[in-house]
């Protein structure tokens, strides 16, 4: 059970979605359906992307519920932003309520971080989560839709306006801080004996995560 919950630390995140993938390439079916799991390894390995998984399950879930979770993390961030902000610290990062985009943060968190790892469960179990996957490219689009309608995103649009491939920019960017934040994450858990400070929490979880 330990090892279950311990799976949903998101400095783990790569390590568990490779070796989701190595078992879909590799799995077994058995004469009846069933994946076949010969190893004690293979089945911890099973249920600890289990856990992982629904861990990450607030953006596959009913819009209307996505977005409660979705709002009350973010605002359990700002309050952490604004603290730091009050102490003169460094403000994590989602956690700036001046400056984070909400919807562009969740298109980024759906695109890096929970889709690989659904589509790739959903790969290994096919074809029970089809209907999960559709709900999650539902609520991405939903939030992409939102994203110019967003009075940050409108801000910056009156100062920058997009030229050219600007918003694919702005995609590109949304990748690389999602790729560093757990690459982030883990490099300071191996110097810290795995412990985090919020803020390092607050990055893990990304708005999207707890």
Not at 5 to 25: F, G, I, N, R, Y
Not at 58 to 84: C, H
Not at 97 to 116: C, K, N
Request: hydrophobic share 35%; aromatic share 6%.
């Amino acid at each position: 059970v330990a090892a279950e919950v311990l799976a949903t630390d998101m400095s783990k995140h790569m390590d568990h979605l490779a070796h989701l993938k190595t078992m879909v390439e590799t799995r077994k079916i058995s004469g009846n359906g069933v994946l076949d799991l010969e190893t004690y390894s293979e089945r911890i390995q099973v249920l600890q992307n289990l856990v992982h998984c629904a861990d990450l399950s607030n953006p596959t879930k009913p819009l209307d519920i996505y977005r409660q979770w979705t709002d009350r993390i973010i605002e359990e961030f700002f309050k952490q932003g604004d603290l730091e902000r009050q102490k003169g610290i460094d403000i994590s990062p989602m956690c700036d309520r001046l400056t984070a985009s909400v919807e562009r943060s969740q298109v980024g968190f759906i695109d890096y971080i929970v889709q690989p790892l659904w589509e790739t469960w959903a790969d290994l179990l096919q074809p029970d989560c089809q209907d999960i996957l559709d709900t999650l490219e539902d609520n991405r689009n939903w939030y992409q839709n939102m994203i110019p309608n967003s009075p940050l995103d409108i801000n910056a649009l009156r100062t920058h306006p997009l030229e050219g491939d600007s918003d694919n920019e702005l995609m590109d960017e949304e990748q690389t801080r999602f790729s560093f934040t757990v690459t982030d994450i883990s490099d300071t858990e191996a110097g810290t004996d795995g412990k985090q400070t919020n803020g390092q929490k607050a990055a893990a979880a990304d708005d999207g995560g707890v």
